[in-house]
């Protein structure tokens, strides 16, 4: 921007509309003429939300395209990119927010608009937006084109309607589906509808329909007939689609329930589709493989079940699957419990199931074959980030996984497998992150230690074994020097090496570990742990403390003790006082408290959920409870032989569980018996 344009915007005579010195609106109204047309359409469109609306950012984008609003120059963008593109621009001109949510889910899934910037979007489209939140409507404009309406009692006015371009409605009322000629976005959501009318055969134009939140349970045949319709987002009480929905040629976006869609024969002639969940391989016509021919659109996460059914080599090479170059997520699944012999070319097909060269995601289950297939190697699938094996049982040998570049999760399970070595490299997993084994053997092959060269598992953070008859090929878990997150359990061959390795591992903060023959556990581990898990660990009687570790700096904040003796001596007090969590499970030995673990339990300041269950011996709790001033969940289960709780629980108490326990603690603390103090806790669950 050069000078010229800033003198411009200083010589603008919308900064003579505010008279208050302290009005903000002739800023905002600078800001918006000075957008791009495209982006003013935009953005004033979304005056026809509510204040404070949160808007999904997919659904935001897909109405945009609805209404005509996306231009895009770049033949190969697709609409929905360029709208995200302009959602971006309109985010960095602070004209949309977006949250911080502490759920990643939400993250980055909703904006918002600031309330004045609200205002200004009504200000600059009030001729054409109307938002309307009372019970009778009266005479709407004839110049409104885009009108959101609740808690509506009923129709006033329809033949203003005619005009409209938008609908956004809840309402328990019919609507006259034929007043809506020119109607594009239609959103009833939520409006107690339970029967779509045939006349939504008369929208004509209509490229958005939101029916989700109704109790639909069947569409009309009628709806069919929406040549123009793009996005359709049905409610997941309904099951089956109408069978001439492969008719919409157009559509782009189906959100309707995995079943509906699985059922849908013919799928394959909406080429325009951007996403498929779930496509279920069906010995019937219009279900097989080879629908996902010309789909080429699809992009995202895609599903193939029922594996097993595939007609032939032919079908599956017809699928084309490689060429599916925007699928990022691969999931290939035969049935686990498949009755039948495997069949002579069960090989061939999963060879040309072959997936696209850029996926990042990817999983096979259950296949019955006896080989891996050769596109699971390096030069096939460079940008492969995470593969999940599963049930694979008569596989004995892998390619060289460790040759992917960029592979950061290898989770596998259910197999009894040789993970090849390959040719010397300088690194062996050099992205590996995360490493999950699962009811399994595995050998490592080519992992050799002695050449101090090489790399193994450099980065790799989090290690779960669990249930494994043999892991071998590993580094040392004290080699492990990045791992965070390491759960061991009935895996004979890394049990060997706790605890001493714990004592290197400084980078970990959480360990879930089941040893039976374990009989010792070093202290000093909870200056840095988390978390720490130890179950079935029966001959655990020493929690050492060094002597020369006087502080006792602790980071433990959760504590779970199952079929393990509870910890006693110094370590109490030491490092485990800064406990939020502590959960005792299935002790059968433990059946009271010692005097030293009493005065443990009153230290504990921070503790905020207690939850003793399993133990069937247990007879009293400690009656210094009441001294927890954070606790605010306590759950007493299946503990058949306390006939009391301690007098008096913590004000601070939220919630409180108490299932399975002795009949006569039932009856003391249930309905009108019950305390008053237990009485004020908010959320009881006592049975």
Known sequence: MDAGHWTNILGSDLWELGKDPHDIMPSLRLSYQYLPSHLQWCFAYCSAFPRGYPFDVDKLVNIWIAQGLIQSKNTNKRPEDVGREYLSDLVSRSHFEIPNYRKSYWQGRYHVMHDL?????????????????????????????????????????????????????????????????????????????????????????????????NNIYSLPES?????????????????????????????????????????????????????????????????????????????????????????????????????????EKLQLKWSRWMRKKVRTDAQEILEC????????????????????????????????????????????????????????????????????????VVEMFPSLKELWLVDMSVLFEGISFEDQGRKFFHHLRRLKALNCRKVKGLPPLSMLSSLEELEVKTCPDLESELPECLKVLTSLSSLKMSAPKLTY?????????????????????????????????????????????????????????????????????????TTEQKEWFKGLTSLEELCISNCKNLMFLPVELHELPSLEKLAITYCPMIRALPIGLPTSLKKLDIWGCNPALIAQWQHEGAPDWVKQIPYKSIY
Not at 178 to 190: E, K, M, Q, T, W
Not at 256 to 270: M, Y
Request: proline fraction near 4%; charge should be negative.
């Open 521 to 593: 556990f070093p202290g000093e581990v909870m200056q840095y742990l988390k978390q720490l898990e130890v179950d079935g660990c029966s001959d655990l009687s020493s929690w050492l403390v060094e002597e020369k570790d006087e502080a006792g700096r602790s980071s433990l904040i959760s504590l779970s003790i199952i079929e393990t003796p509870l910890p006693t001596g110094p370590i109490l007090m030491r490092y485990l006082t800064s406990l939020r969590e502590l959960k005792i499970d299935r002790c059968s030995k433990l059946t009271s408290f």
């Open 223 to 327: 709806l069919c007939r929406l040549y123009h319709l793009q996005s359709l987002i049905v409610p997941n009480t309904c099951r089956r689609l109408p069978k001439g929905l492969t008719s919409l040629i157009n559509l782009r976006h189906l959100s309707a329930s995995d079943e509906a869609v699985s059922w849908i024969a013919g799928i394959g002639r909406l080429t325009c589709l951007q996403e498929l969940k779930e496509f279920h391989v069906r010995i019937v016509r219009g279900h097989d493989i080879g629908q996902l021919k010309n789909m080429r659109e699809l992009r995202g996460q895609l599903c193939i079940q029922s594996l097993e059914d595939v007609g032939s080599k032919e079908e599956a090479i017809e699928a084309n699957l490689k060429d599916k170059i925007h699928i």
């Open 117 to 213: 910037m609200h205002e200004l979007a009504v200000s600059v489209c009030l001729d054409e937006c109307l938002i309307y939140e009372g019970k009778e409507l009266g005479i709407m404009p004839k110049t409104i084109r885009h009108l959101s309406v609740s808690h509506w009692a009923g129709p006033d006015f329809l033949s203003e309607w005619e005009s409209l371009r938008t609908l956004m409605v809840n309402s328990m009322h019919g609507i006259d589906f034929g007043a809506l000629r020119s109607i594009r976005v239609l959103d009833i959501s939520y409006s107690y509808m339970r029967q779509l009318p045939d006349a939504v055969s008369h929208l004509i134009h209509l490229r958005y329909l939101d029916l989700s939140g």
């Open 353 to 424: 199931l072959q997936p696209p060269p850029l996926v990042k995601e990817l999983e096979l289950h259950w296949f019955r074959g006896a080989q891996s297939p050769s596109w699971l190697a390096a030069q096939s699938l460079r940008s492969l980030q995470s593969i999940h094996l599963r049930g694979c049982e008569r596989w004995r040998r892998l390619l060289p996984l460790g040759q992917l570049p960029v592979l950061e999760v290898l989770h596998m399970e259910n197999m009894d497998v040789v993970v090849d070595g390959g040719d010397a």
